[in-house]
Each structure stands twice: as C-alpha cells, then as structure tokens.
C-alpha cells in the first residue's frame, strides 16, 4: 500500500487549502483514513479521520467546522478540505491509513504518505 499526498503550500489566514491523498495497491473501501499534522517543535497531532464505507468522520476540535475531510473510494482517495485557516494549523500534513477503523493515534495508522507543507501567513 502506498499513499501519496498532495496540496500543500502557502495561504494567507482566512484563505482555504484543499489537500488529496491518493492510495495504491488497496481497493478504495478498505482502508480507513486519516490526515495528522506536525507542527515545528510540536508532536504529531491528529486532525481528521474517516470510515473506509465514509459514513463516518472525527475531528479534531481545532479543526471542527472548518476542515472537511472526504474520501472517493472510486478514485481510491481522501481529500482534506481546509477553509478558515489560520496561522496555527501550519504544520506538515500527513495522510494515513489502516484497515481496523476510525483512528486518532499515528500509532494506530500502519499506512503514511509522505508530508506535505501547510503554510498560513498571517
């Protein structure tokens, strides 16, 4: 299983990000995702996760309301859709997958993309 991760860059606060993660050598509806973010200095944290049938979703209080995350199990994806942001949420990204369920801890995930950067200017 591979997971590719996209979306990243440079945003003024108030402005919106939309992150993608790709996975390969699975089928779309069997992996449960994640996305966790690590900020400098900071430990990983997570952010946001959904159900492999995509029925079901957690966040983050930091990030309810603002972030949305989707999957495409057609397109064998999961999207992280971030508008409001703010300074804080800079960090790296990450997406994660595993095949038990809904998860909030990285150790949870047996699956990672690679980082990618979010930056929110202020």
């Known amino acids: 299983v591979q997971l590719q991760a996209s979306g990243g860059g440079l945003v003024e606060a108030g402005g919106s990000l939309r992150k993608s993660c790709a996975a390969s050598g699975v089928a779309g509806n069997l992996l449960n995702m994640g996305w966790f973010r690590q900020a400098p200095g900071k430990e990983r944290e997570f952010v946001a996760a959904i159900s492999r049938s995509g029925t079901s979703k957690d966040y983050a209080d930091s990030v309810k309301g603002r972030f949305t995350i989707s999957k495409d199990s057609a397109k064998n994806a999961v999207y992280l859709q971030m508008n409001s942001l703010k300074p804080e949420d800079t960090a790296v990204y990450y997406c994660?997958?595993?095949?038990?369920?809904?998860?909030?801890?990285?150790?949870?995930?047996?699956?990672w993309g690679q980082g990618t950067l979010v930056t929110v200017s202020s």
């Open positions: 994660a997958g595993n095949r038990v369920g809904t998860a909030r801890r990285w150790f949870e995930h047996g699956f």
